[in-house]
C-alpha cells in the first residue's frame, strides 16, 4: 500500500484572527422627526464679537450645563437644544441619556421617563420628546456628547436639525442620576434684574420699572420683542455702538427689544438697561405671550449676583460629576 501523504493547507486558508475594534463603541441616533426648533450648541463663540459674530450657543448655559453634568460631561459638551416641543430620536445601539432644562414632557415603548432623569436609550428605541407646559427650552444630553463640525471653536449649529439626520455618538448606559425637583435655579423666571444702560438718562426710568412688559410672538433667539405702554422717544440721534446679550434697547416706537444669544454686536437704538450677568439666561426660558418685569441693581448688585449663581453651579456640577460616572460599552 503506497503511503498517503500528509496534506498541509496553504497560508492563505489560515483561520484568521477576530478582527480587534479599535476605541469605543459607536451608536448612531437617528431623528425622526426634528421638534418646532432643534439645535446642536455647546457654549458658543466667545471672543469674536469684534469680528461681528454673535455669541450664540446654548440660550440657557444653566441648565446645558446641569445636563451634561447628569451624564458625566463638562458643562460645554455639545447637546440638542429644543424649543417648545422635541424632536423623536431612535438609536441602534445604547445610549446614556438626560433631558434638563423646561419639563418635557418624555416617552417611549420601553420605559417611563421623565426630565430631569437620566435614562439608557436602547437599541430600536424610539423615544418622542413632546412639548413643555412651563419655560422654553430644555437640553438633551448624551454621555461624551454630540459630534458636529468645528466653526471658530464652536460646534454650536447654525440652522436647526432636520429629519433624517444623523448623530454618531458614544455607546454608553446611564447609571441612575437625578436633579431633585426642589431644585429650580430660575425662582423667578419673569422678573429680570437690570442695571443702568448706558443711554438710561435718555428716559424715564420710572415709566420703565413701573410697567409690566408681554412677550411678543415675534420674539427669537436673536431677541425678545416687547410689548406695553410706548417709552417717550427723545430726539437725539445715536451712532451705533457695541451692545451684548441682556441689552435692553427702545426702538423708535417707544418699545423694548432685549438681545439674545444670537443677537446682533452693534446696534444703533438706544439702551436703556442691561440685563444682569446672573439673569441673561432667564431670556432663553421666556414663552411668547408671558409677561416680563424689571427691577433695578446696581453694578455691585450685579457683581455679587453673578457670584452667588457661578457658586450655585460650580456646587452643582461638583457633585454631580463626582456620582455621575456611566459605563462605556
Not at 442695571?195 to 420703565?208: A, E, P, R, T, Y
Not at 406695553?228 to 457695541?242: A, R, T, W
Not at 411668547?288 to 433695578?296: A, L, M, N, Q, Y
Amino acid at each position: 500500500m503506497s503511503k498517503k501523504k500528509k496534506q498541509t493547507r496553504s497560508p492563505l486558508h489560515r483561520k484568521r484572527p477576530a478582527r480587534l475594534s479599535i476605541g469605543p463603541a459607536k451608536t448612531t441616533l437617528h431623528v425622526v422627526t426634528p421638534g418646532l426648533q432643534t439645535l446642536l450648541v455647546d457654549f458658543g463663540r466667545p471672543r469674536h464679537r469684534h469680528l461681528g459674530v454673535p455669541l450664540g450657543g446654548a440660550a440657557d448655559r444653566f441648565s446645558l450645563a446641569i445636563s451634561n453634568a447628569l451624564v458625566g460631561n463638562s458643562a460645554s459638551v455639545p447637546a440638542l437644544e429644543m424649543a417648545l416641543a422635541g424632536p423623536t430620536l431612535e438609536a441602534d445601539g445604547d445610549l446614556g441619556c438626560v433631558v434638563f432644562g423646561a419639563p418635557f414632557s418624555m416617552s417611549s415603548d420601553q420605559q417611563d421617563l421623565r426630565a430631569g432623569k437620566t435614562f439608557t436609550l436602547h437599541a430600536g428605541e424610539r423615544l418622542h420628546i413632546g412639548s413643555t407646559p412651563t419655560g422654553m427650552r430644555g437640553y438633551l444630553c448624551v454621555r461624551g456628547g454630540f459630534p458636529g463640525s468645528s466653526v471658530l471653536a464652536s460646534h454650536s449649529s447654525l440652522s436647526p436639525v432636520a429629519a433624517g439626520m444623523e448623530f454618531v455618538c458614544s455607546s454608553g448606559v446611564a447609571p441612575t442620576r437625578f436633579v431633585h425637583d426642589y431644585f429650580k435655579w430660575n425662582r423667578e423666571p419673569n422678573m429680570l434684574r437690570v442695571i443702568d444702560g448706558l443711554q438710561s438718562n435718555w428716559f424715564d426710568l420710572d415709566i420703565f420699572l413701573a410697567q409690566e412688559y408681554q412677550v411678543s410672538p415675534t420674539s427669537n433667539r436673536m431677541g425678545l420683542r416687547l410689548q406695553g405702554k410706548p417709552l417717550p422717544f427723545p430726539s437725539q440721534e445715536l451712532l451705533s455702538e457695541p451692545v451684548s446679550p441682556g441689552a435692553v434697547q427702545v426702538t423708535r416706537d417707544g418699545q423694548c427689544i432685549i438681545l439674545g444669544v444670537d443677537g446682533q454686536t452693534i446696534g444703533g437704538y438706544p439702551k436703556i438697561a442691561q440685563v444682569v450677568s446672573a439673569d441673561v439666561d432667564k431670556l432663553g426660558q421666556v414663552r411668547p405671550g408671558e409677561t416680563v418685569r424689571f427691577s433695578r441693581a446696581s453694578l455691585a448688585d450685579a457683581e455679587n449676583l453673578f457670584r452667588q449663581k457661578q457658586a450655585e453651579l460650580d456646587e452643582w456640577v461638583t457633585r454631580l460629576l463626582e456620582t455621575s460616572v456611566c459605563r462605556g460599552e
